[in-house]
């Protein structure tokens, strides 16, 4: 199957009907995993995709077609709005034309419900009664719990324990969807009870999540475990946004010289990004791709590219990445969703062979752009997104101070509405040190460097 035409004449835009499968068109990657040796009072992993979602992930496809019904879903929110950040771009007084593709605009506030519908739809067509998951920010695990209660399945959601402490309305938002919410590490699973016996303050990371999200998968009958970043299919899904954005930036003769997006472990990044390293690869005009990570878990620009688990535990099967070590428990910032020990896989590879960039950005510079972008454009962004902000603006100034025009689009992820709490913080003056959490990561570095990895 093809997809779109690159170069046709615009037309309305409207919601893709594939998905853009960049595994496909990688000459070199190749996706592998090891899985690793039981030991002893260890879980094993059971498969946990259907057959259906499996063969996406290992597809070699460039395109897979999107099912009619969970079509009909996206078409609900989708195509969501290119905005041209007119009041922003004023502001800095920079010769930059910036634009931002509108994921907030989402039931669920963010890019997340893209691949929470398709997930739910393809586990209930398998037979599955119900879904446990992990969530960092909340807003994997909100949209998965809309999902779940519009296919009927039931959803248990370990949600990281300093975000489900600073973000309790995520908490209720999960709830009125029907779904159980657990702080993690938790009581509940002997991962928890172990995570909690060397650290009872232990502020838990997604990481740990998923080590009590399998375990419930492992024993529940009808229960599988879904992941909300970093897999091939979750990546894949995203890409709705990335596809309209390229038409869309087309029916305005617009063309991004730069694309740029937050990284957690890699959803939200790729939806956006990949599409537009297709069209770079088929029309020969350059796109720089740029992934923004906190300074406080920055797997790309300073994590090693080694085999690792996703889990804490180191249940899951290997995959190659930049990663930080699956033990690596962040500094509790505010930007919840990113505070991923590791990198997609296939955006590890991309990032070592030089096809993408990326930064790292510090929790006050973050809020800083936050602010600043809320008070131009009337919206307030998540701390997630106002990562990609944080780098526009830097790239803006850029612009103004050589004189030198650029396009820069970048992805807004989410909406900031459930942030107020983190808001407040900064603007009192009562934001965490980033000192304290870039110690940790060089403590994290220390580590694997004295176990040779």
């Known amino acids: 199957m093809t997809g779109p035409a690159t170069g046709a004449a615009p037309g309305p835009v409207t919601v893709p009907t594939h998905w853009y499968n960049v595994v496909a068109e990688l000459a070199g990657y190749v996706a592998e995993e090891r899985r690793p040796a039981l030991q002893p009072g260890r879980h094993g992993i059971r498969p946990q995709l259907p057959l259906s979602i499996y063969r996406q992930s290992v597809s070699d496809e460039p395109f897979i077609e999107i099912p009619a019904a969970v079509r009909a879903e996206y078409e609900r929110w989708r195509p969501t709005p290119l905005v041209r950040a007119h009041r922003l771009e004023r502001l800095l007084g920079t010769p930059a034309r910036i634009y931002y593709k509108c994921e907030a605009a989402s039931p669920s506030g963010s890019h997340k419900l893209n691949s929470a519908i398709a997930q739910a739809y393809y586990y209930k067509k398998a037979g599955i009664r119900g879904l446990v998951t992990g969530t960092g920010a909340g807003q994997w695990g909100t949209a998965l719990s809309m999902a779940c209660a519009a296919y009927d399945l039931e959803l248990t959601v370990y949600m990281v324990r300093c975000s489900y402490e600073q973000k ?218 106002a990562h990609a902000i944080a780098h526009v603006i830097d790239r803006a100034i850029r612009a103004r101070e050589t004189g030198t025009p650029e396009t820069i689009l970048f992805n807004l992820s989410g909406h900031g509405l459930m942030d107020l709490g983190s808001y407040d913080k900064y603007l009192n003056g009562l934001l965490e040190s980033d000192a304290a959490a870039e110690a940790e990561v060089e403590q994290a570095l220390s580590r694997l460097a004295t176990a040779g990895v």
């Open 168 to 385: 309790p309305q995520r908490r209720v938002l999960m709830e009125l969807n029907g779904a159980r919410v657990l702080p993690s590490p938790s009581t509940t699973t002997e991962a928890g009870r172990s995570i909690l016996a060397a650290d009872p303050d232990c502020p838990g990371s997604l990481s740990v999540a998923s080590s009590e999200a399998h375990e419930i998968a492992q024993e529940g009958d009808g229960i599988r475990y879904s992941a909300g970043s970093g897999d091939n299919h979750v990546l894949l899904h995203q890409t709705v946004i990335g596809q309209e954005a390229v038409a869309q930036m087309a029916a305005l003769g617009e063309h991004a010289d730069t694309v740029v997006a937050a990284l957690g472990a890699g959803s939200n990044f790729a939806g956006i990004a990949m599409p537009f390293h297709r069209q770079s690869r088929l029309t020969g005009r350059p796109t720089r791709l740029v992934a923004v990570e906190p300074t406080s878990c920055p797997k790309l620009t300073r994590g090693v590219y080694a085999w690792d688990h996703h889990d804490a535990l180191g249940n899951t099967p290997m995959s190659k990445m930049y990663t930080l070590g699956h033990t690596f428990i962040p500094s509790p910032i505010h930007a919840g969703g990113l505070r991923y020990h590791g990198a997609a896989p296939v955006i590890s590879w991309m990032y070592r062979e030089g096809l993408i960039d990326a930064v790292a950005c510090g929790q006050h510079q973050v809020f800083e752009a936050g602010v600043t972008f809320a008070r131009a454009e009337q919206l307030i962004p998540a701390p997630e997104s």
